[in-house]
């Protein structure tokens, strides 16, 4: 076969060179055709679109094309021609087809048909090649670098912050414990603790939940940061939002407050939500036509919305108003609960039908390092709640007050001897800041509009699924 330099078939279906030779290369999705004419779609990831091969059955023989079924890898050289059927511009009149691969069909599980998003989730190695997870790992992509765009322009550093931690203070017992001890024969101590010593790095540790107390230790040096990596959290909970294993984008801003907080937060999710419509607009149409018809108006009405501000306690309000008109909550709505997706979505669904930021929660539910309200009671917390997903970020301006953190990290049960680094920053030159975390796959359940984190991440770690 002549050797050609391949084109992807992203460039073929855009080019006019009508009448030159190219190569593309691909797998195969479908082989249809007469006794004469073949066509072959053929998609090599690049897009979402494939692209039409026609082949001469008398040339190539039916031998030789009976192996180019569902799921084969081909290379193809042939001449760019006008396409004369609906939709593509260009298509390929194939000269010389090499197989790479062929796929059984009696063994292949990708057939033409569709597969129910279950059943995809058992072949997690294969559900790449599909339409639906092609747009969606492509659409991970893109949002990626929109993160990294944002935050660049506005002269953010990305800041690497460990996974492995030995600090706890998060919320110990959802964490991932890292040893290289031996399981089988585990050195007690007289109490029967466990001897951390002899472990790797000499004391107990873990795989972080949040970069965040690493990346306040960077605010204060270079101003704006953030991170952006795999976070771990070993929370028994099987929902369609949370995994064991996803990305948080953590930024940290020195000198923000609560209100500049909030602001960077609306402007950093907008800024992603055109990025996605800039960018991936044929995997978009294509998941909002599949999935979710609504998909392209909620992201453009989005786009348009001020996002409403509240307090939580404005916020509690508003639901046990709900209540009392007779709207049945499966968790109970009071002041100092916790709120359940189900009162996230009801305000901003039901309610307001706008994106809500929620503020100033009572310090009891929320984290050691947010900063007390004057009230007492409250501390300045902010969650973005959105349609759809409920919280898609956590954040708060941080308590800068050496005296306060250190008093409240006790209170909450975190020991101040195991922050002494993080305590230090406000010992040494401290300052207001601020920060959130956003989840990247509750982002990129937003942007794709599919119901189950599981369908979002290449890979999904949960509660008895670690395969592939
Ligand atoms: P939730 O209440 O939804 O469990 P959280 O309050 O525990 O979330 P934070 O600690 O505030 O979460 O983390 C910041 C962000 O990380 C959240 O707003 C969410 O977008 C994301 N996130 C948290 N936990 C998970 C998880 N298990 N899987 C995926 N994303 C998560
Ligand atoms: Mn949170």
């Not at 593509?88 to 194939?94: M, N, P, S, T």
């Not at 009801?346 to 947010?370: A, G, N, Q, R, W």
């Not at 941080?398 to 250190?406: G, I, N, P, Q, T």
Request: include cysteine; charge should be negative.
């Amino acid at each position: 076969m002549e050797t050609i330099v391949r084109t992807k078939i992203v460039d073929v279906l855009k080019s006019k060179a009508f009448g030159t030779t190219v190569n593309v290369k691909g797998w195969v999705r479908t082989r249809r055709g007469s006794k004469q004419i073949g066509f072959i779609a053929l998609n090599d990831g690049s897009t979402i679109n494939n692209v039409q091969i026609v082949v001469s059955v008398e040339d190539f023989g039916e031998e030789y094309l009976k192996p180019i079924t569902t799921g084969a890898c081909i290379s193809v050289n042939g001449v760019l021609v006008r396409s004369e059927g609906r939709g593509q511009e260009a298509e390929i009149q194939a000269k010389e087809i090499h197989i790479y691969g062929t796929a059984d069909p009696a063994t292949y599980p990708l057939q033409k048909k569709g597969h129910s998003l279950e059943f995809l989730r058992e072949i997690a190695h294969l559900r790449p090649r599909t339409n639906t997870f092609g747009a969606i790992f492509r659409i991970r992509h893109h949002m990626a670098m929109a993160i990294h765009t944002f935050f660049h322009d506005r002269g953010f550093f990305y800041f690497h912050t460990p996974v492995i931690t030995a600090s706890d203070c998060e919320g110990a017992g959802q964490m991932f414990q890292v040893t290289t001890m031996n399981l089988y024969d585990l050195k007690k101590d007289a109490s029967g603790s466990i001897d951390y010593t002899s472990d790797f790095f000499g004391k107990q540790t873990s795989l972080t939940v949040s970069g965040q107390l690493e990346g306040e230790l960077a605010a204060m040096a270079l101003g704006s940061i953030y991170t952006f990596g795999p976070t771990f959290r070993a929370e028994n909970s099987n929902t369609p939002r949370h995994l064991a294993e996803f990305w948080m984008i953590e930024p940290e801003v020195a000198f923000n407050g609560i209100e500049e907080n909030m602001q960077l937060a609306e402007d950093f999710i907008k800024y992603c939500i055109q990025w996605a419509l800039n960018h991936c607009m044929d995997d978009i149409r294509f998941l909002n036509d599949m999935f979710d018809k609504e998909l392209i108006d909620r992201l453009n009405f989005v786009l348009k919305q001020d996002f409403v501000r509240l307090s939580y306690t404005e916020g509690i309000r508003i639901l046990e108003e709900a209540v009392a008109k007779g709207h049945a909550f499966e968790f109970p709505v009071f002041w100092g609960a916790d709120l359940a997706s189900e009162h996230e979505r009801y305000l901003v669904e039901v309610h307001f039908k706008c994106p809500v930021i929620l503020t100033d929660y009572p310090k009891e539910i929320k984290s050691f390092y947010m900063k007390q309200n004057d009230d007492g009671k409250t501390v300045r917390a902010m969650d973005v709640l959105f349609p759809k997903i409920g919280e898609i970020i956590g954040g708060s301006q941080r308590e800068d007050d050496y005296d306060k953190l250190s008093n409240h990290a006790e209170e909450m049960g975190v020991p101040v001897k195991d922050i002494w680094w993080y305590l230090d920053t406000r010992k040494f030159g401290t300052a207001p800041h601020s920060g959130f975390g956003l989840g990247f796959e509750r982002l990129l359940l937003f942007v794709t509009g599919m119901g189950n984190i599981r369908d979002v991440i290449p890979f999904p770690r949960t509660p008895n699924n670690a395969g592939f």
